[in-house]
């Protein structure tokens, strides 16, 4: 029970297949016709090759190997230098870590504290006292500025008294 447009379908699709297969069988006939006639072509052609140009294709393949070969080892070298050296570098930074460390050490146990702590006293003083002196500068102009002007005053006094 099926439908008209099925059976149609199912008809297009047996002509496409029976129409690809005589095409394929078409092709490989052509094919095979065309291989007896490259074979028979070849078996009647002599090939003659230049010993010059033969020369050159070898030289051209040896150039491209060589080159390709030297590429490839230098890229190797230039990857095994530089792991070398990185293990070098790695191995050599413990060795100098300890050895700043000791160095650092050392150099803190030889520090006088007493003689640091008598250091920044002496500092700490003059930079007090010099402070203190600026200060001090400061105050002894003002009191001479206030006792000109006291004398100024009694002066002024004594001229009005003595006027009298």
Known sequence: MMRNE?????GVVAIGIG??????????????????????????IDVNISDTM???????????????ISSR????????????VGRSVDSSSEDVKDSVSKEIARQVRNIDISAMEREVVNKAKDAVAEKFD??????????????????KIYSSIAKTIAKD
């Open 19 to 44: 129409y690809v297969t005589y095409v394929n069988s078409k092709l490989n006939k052509i094919s095979r016709m065309m291989d007896v006639a490259v074979n028979n072509l070849s078996d009647s």
């Open 73 to 84: 080892i230098t890229r190797d070298l230039h990857t095994e230098i530089r792991s070398q």
């Open 134 to 151: 600026r200060k001090l500068d400061g105050l002894l102009d003002d009191f001479n500025d206030n006792l000109n002007n006291v004398q």
């Open 54 to 68: 033969l020369d050159s294709a070898v030289q051209r393949a040896v150039d491209r190997e060589v080159g390709y």
């Open 6 to 10: 099925t059976k149609m379908i199912l």
